[in-house]
């Protein structure tokens, strides 16, 4: 069981561009998170998903979207990246409690 | 939604020690308290966790206790070894509720040698 997976593990962006982060589970859960962490800083929830269909906002869903197309993958798109988004970005399941992807350490320029 | 804060925000103490911190919620129907740990670098992973129906979990080194009348819970860690030293986040969620998880701003632990 691989757990939950992230691509890639590392970008770099440069302003203006777009680009889509991959999440994916093998733990059949229902629930997953995307969550952002700047450097030295706590964990802020951008969107989460209840449920293969259902996308809700989180903390700072600005300047993000979201795609749950079935139960296994949950993407996190950024259409217009920006300096400020430069963060790592940890994708997390949750069944009675939240297991986390090794993160993508995202720059932009 | 809910509230989630952390103290302290820093923590050093001398190997051997104890550690304690401390968080706080405000949904008085959280029934599920984590700690996470993240090494540098690294992903958060559970280290313990307690639920509403006990005060207090002890796993080796680490607990956890637990008052829901305050609404607050606390991370406990005896003999504090080097590699102890990390960032330790909480997130207290209702469990069967699909809602937003939100964690603490996180507690950095320096332990000195």
């Known amino acids: 069981n691989a757990g939950v997976t992230q691509t890639p593990k590392f970008q770099v962006l440069k302003t203006g561009q777009s680009m889509t982060l991959q999440c994916a589970q093998d733990?059949?859960?229902?629930?997953m998170y995307w969550y952002r962490q700047d450097p030295g800083m706590g964990l802020r929830l951008i969107y989460y998903?209840?449920?293969?269909?259902?996308?809700d906002k989180g903390e700072v869903p600005n300047g993000y979207n979201v795609s749950r197309l079935n139960k296994r993958e949950f993407s996190l798109r950024l259409e217009s990246a920006a300096p400020s988004q430069t963060s790592v970005y940890f994708c997390?399941?949750?069944?009675?409690?939240?297991?986390f992807g090794p993160g993508t350490r995202l720059t932009v320029l | 939604g809910e509230n989630v804060e952390q103290h302290p925000s820093t923590l050093s103490v001398q190997e051997g020690d104890s550690a304690v911190i401390k968080c706080t919620y405000s949904?008085?129907?959280?029934?599920?308290f984590p700690w996470y740990k993240q090494e540098l670098g690294k992903r958060p992973q559970l280290i313990i966790d307690?639920?509403?129906?006990?005060g207090e979990k002890k796993d080796q080194r680490i607990a956890v206790t637990l008052n829901k009348t305050a609404k607050h819970f606390s991370l406990h860690i005896t003999e504090t070894q080097p590699e102890d030293s990390a960032v330790y986040f909480c997130?207290?969620?209702?469990?069967?509720?699909?809602?937003?998880?939100?964690f603490g701003k996180g507690t950095r632990l320096h332990i000195l040698p």
């Open positions: 997390a399941t949750k069944t009675d409690t939240q297991y």
């Open positions: 733990m059949n859960h229902n629930s």
């Open positions: 998903s209840a449920s293969e269909g259902t996308t």
């Open positions: 949904d008085s129907a959280s029934n599920y």
């Open positions: 307690i639920r509403s129906n006990v």
């Open positions: 997130a207290p969620f209702v469990m069967n509720r699909d809602d937003k998880i939100i």
